[in-house]
Antibody
């Protein structure tokens, strides 16, 4: 059974950089037709897709966050990571890592999610 | 692409049939998924490709629609179905979610 687990600081100061890592277990991160995503959810709000990364390092980012976001993948460690610079209180949210799978035709969806990591931006 | 769900809140009873609508600001074919989220947990996929039931999801859940209008139907509500439901488009980047429909017990 595939499992994803987010790790990183739960408290980040304003203007600093948020860094999270997602460790994938129970399967390889280097599988065709999958991409690895970061999705966040502010309190009481809908989820917000931040971006996705392929096992070869190709990235796809939300334009509204693109200037502050870096995604990377480490296939040897079966991990992928998020860096978000210049954070503000508006970046306070639960951050999820997730797998986007593709089963042909219109069948794209997020089938495995981590438990989520609450990150609070505060001094 | 903006997704608008209706209603935002829905009160219903066990055994009821309920329908949630998701409208897209432009055509997205059938690149739409539905998720259920319970408090303190990650969203869970119910339906993908607009109408395909994810493995392990009860058959009382069904999806339909294409282009700009989609529906999620629960044929007979069970106690464990009271949750928040989101639609998501995976046609174009950036992927977007609807604002959610909170389904409460009447």
């Amino acid at each position: 059974q595939l499992q994803l687990q987010e790790s990183g600081p739960g408290l980040v100061k304003p203007s600093e950089t948020l860094s999270l890592t997602c460790t994938v277990s129970g399967g390889s991160i280097s599988v065709l037709n999958h991409r690895w995503a970061w999705i966040r959810q502010a309190p009481g709000r809908e989820p917000e897709w931040i971006g996705s990364v392929s096992d070869t390092g190709n990235t796809y980012l939300d334009p509204s966050l693109k200037s502050r976001v870096t995604l990377s993948v480490d296939t040897t460690e079966n991990q992928f990571s998020l860096r978000l610079t210049s954070v503000t209180a508006a970046d306070t949210a639960i951050y999820y890592c997730a797998r986007r799978t593709y089963r042909g035709g219109y069948a794209f969806f997020f089938d495995y999610w981590g438990l989520g990591a609450l990150v609070t931006v505060s001094s | 692409i903006q997704l608008t769900q209706s209603p935002s809140f829905l009160s219903a009873s066990v055994g009821d049939r309920v329908t949630i609508t998701c409208r897209a600001s432009q055509g997205i074919g059938s690149y739409l998924a539905w998720y259920q989220q319970k408090p303190g947990t990650a969203p869970k996929v119910l339906i993908y490709a607009a109408s395909t039931l994810q493995s392990g999801v009860p058959s009382r859940f069904s999806g339909s629609g294409s282009a700009t209008e989609f529906t999620l139907t629960i044929s007979s509500l069970q106690p464990e179905d009271f949750a928040v439901y989101y639609c998501q488009q995976i046609n174009l980047y950036p992927y977007t979610f609807g604002q959610g429909t909170k389904l409460d017990i009447k």
